[in-house]
């Protein structure tokens, strides 16, 4: 069974920093691109960040620019997405999802609107509040 696993939500303050995890079973990250969305209640997606499956490219939303950062650990099992500076707004709910489709492979992007996302795990939760 296919399933992605995100982790290291909690609730902090404003300034704070958390460490999301993604990490998968059954497959491996290292031959997709990934994206991490967020959704807070009442609100709509938001991509936040992606990563390419190639050259590591990324790309960030620009409500989180300069304060997230989006990685993949050296073995190529996990995806990470650094927040810093984090701001009450910032508060919902974090997934990660892989976009497997060839073309975005081939062509080495990424997407944090539109693409062609498909899996993607439960969430974590990020609450930033004082």
């Known amino acids: 069974q296919l399933q992605l696993v995100e982790s290291g939500g909690g609730l902090v303050q404003p300034g704070g920093s958390l460490r999301l995890s993604c990490s998968a079973s059954?497959?491996?990250?290292?031959?997709?691109?990934i994206g991490w969305f967020r959704q807070a209640p009442g609100k709509e997606r938001e991509g936040v960040a992606c990563?390419?499956?190639?050259?590591?490219?990324?790309k960030y939303a620009d409500s989180v620019k300069g304060r997230f950062i989006i990685s993949r650990d050296s073995s190529k099992t996990a995806v990470y997405l650094q927040m810093n500076n984090l701001k009450p707004e910032d508060t919902a709910v974090y997934y990660c999802?892989?976009?497997?489709?060839?073309?975005?492979?081939?062509?080495?992007?990424?997407?944090?609107?539109?693409?062609?996302?498909?899996?993607r795990g439960q969430g974590t939760q990020v609450t930033v509040s004082s």
């Open positions: 999802s892989t976009d497997r489709s060839y073309s975005t492979s081939l062509l080495d992007v990424c997407f944090i609107a539109g693409g062609s996302y498909d899996y």
């Open positions: 059954g497959f491996t990250l290292d031959n997709y691109a």
């Open positions: 990563i390419t499956s190639g050259s590591d490219k990324t």
